[in-house]
């Protein structure tokens, strides 16, 4: 079973950029596909990003495709999402997830999840 702790949320004005990072427990992090959700108040948990067990593949939702990037460090144990090109509407709550295998586009596909991170994006 992986653990993940999420970090680097805060508040950023429009326009601007935040990396979260998820560290995940060590050994069994390349045995794991990621994805980035986010939830805001009142609203379904949204998916954002997610990547391989390998790295070598990465899919987007549509709303932040172009703007941001997901990728893993093997060494590190650590999965970042890089946001740029902030908008207020991204503001939420955001979390790491992890599956054993290939990646799901939605929440239910995966059964391990981080505490989240605040995004807050001012206009």
């Known amino acids: 079973q992986v653990q993940l702790v999420e970090s680097g949320g805060g508040l950023v004005q429009a326009g601007g950029s935040l990396r979260l990072s998820c560290a995940a427990s060590?050994?069994?992090?390349?045995?794991?596909?990621m994805g980035w959700f986010r939830q805001a108040p009142g609203k379904e948990r949204e998916f954002l990003a997610a990547?391989?067990?390998?790295?070598?593949?990465?899919f987007y939702a549509d709303s932040v495709k172009g703007r941001f990037t997901i990728s893993r460090d093997i060494a590190k144990n650590t999965v970042y999402l890089q946001m740029n090109s902030l908008k207020p509407e991204d503001t939420a709550v955001y979390y790491c997830?992890?599956?054993?295998?290939?990646?799901?586009?939605?929440?239910?596909?995966?059964?391990?999840w981080g505490q989240g991170t605040q995004v807050t994006v001012s206009s």
């Open positions: 990547i391989s067990w390998s790295g070598g593949s990465t």
């Open positions: 060590e050994r069994t992090f390349t045995s794991y596909a």
């Open positions: 997830a992890a599956k054993w295998g290939p990646f799901h586009t939605y929440a239910g596909g995966y059964n391990h």
